[in-house]
């Protein structure tokens, strides 16, 4: 009977993943640090802390030559190794900036188109936006971190305010609601993310040092958010982040699946 009860819970299981490549699936790929790129069913690609030539990333110069369509960006903050090639990008592809408010008006100073910017897409703590005649619905959330923007100029102080740090919930028609954690310590408020909105996939920082470590990063996941899946991310980019994720996979509780990706890789949901 336990044999058959394991064979049917497979089979259940095979069914309700999608399949390799599948047009209704929902793709989350890793570029590296906290970059990713998220393309929904309905083809609408999302960018997210487009860091696209980090040091893990080989491809990367080759990415940002050619990155394709892309609809939207999303900043966290306003760190280097976050907001990226956002400037470069969003001119090249025509993609809506979705940022803190003050962040976003950083970046039209920097260059960012103007009207690729503006109050249907800037917001704050505990706004939400409709993107993509519905393809996307983000939620932007809080993270424990800190948050400045490099100046140029010989009078220029060499950083300023680059508003809060915060994280995304972006949920996905037809597909899952996805948790971009942000730079971020674990925080009890991320209790209130899932009762509030929900999780099904997060993307967690693991590295230590300037955000969570595994073990906390599991807290988090474990007791606070409880998504069905997470995906490590902020690790190894530099020497100080330490973590990595079979250390954060010790630690996760049973049901909760991890997917380690490799640069460039992509999960499917």
Do not use: C
Not at 250 to 259: A, W
């Amino acid at each position: 009977m336990r044999t058959i009860l394991t064979a049917t819970v497979l089979l259940l299981s095979l069914a309700l993943a999608p399949a390799a490549g599948a047009a209704d699936a929902t793709k989350v790929t890793w570029l590296g640090h906290a970059a990713f790129k998220v393309e929904t069913p309905a083809g609408g690609v999302a960018l997210i802390d487009p860091w696209l030539t980090n040091p893990k990333n080989d491809e990367g110069e080759k990415l940002l030559a050619d990155p394709g369509a892309v609809d939207v960006i999303l900043l966290t903050h306003a760190h280097p190794d976050h907001v990226g090639e956002a400037v470069e990008l969003g001119k090249e592809t025509g993609a809506r900036l979705v940022a803190p408010f003050e962040l976003g008006q950083q970046l039209v100073a920097q260059g960012y188109p103007e009207d690729q910017v503006g109050m249907d897409s800037l917001m704050n703590i505990g706004g939400e936006v409709e993107l993509l005649d519905g393809e996307l619905e983000v939620l932007m959330t809080p993270a424990v971190h800190s948050s400045g923007l490099e100046r140029s100029g010989e009078d220029a102080p060499s950083h300023h305010y680059g508003a809060s740090p915060v994280g995304y919930r972006i949920k996905v028609a037809g597909g899952p609601a996805i948790y971009h954690a942000g730079d971020t310590d674990v925080f009890g408020d991320m209790e209130l993310i899932r009762e509030l909105a929900p999780v099904d996939v997060m993307l967690a920082p693991i590295g230590g040092h300037f955000t969570m470590d595994p073990e906390r990063a599991a807290y988090a996941i474990n007791r606070l958010v409880q998504p069905e899946a997470v995906i490590p991310m902020h690790y190894g980019t530099f020497e100080v982040l330490e973590g990595r994720p079979d250390a954060l996979a010790e630690h996760l509780d049973e049901g909760v699946e991890m997917r380690d990706l490799e640069v460039n890789e992509t999960a499917e949901f």
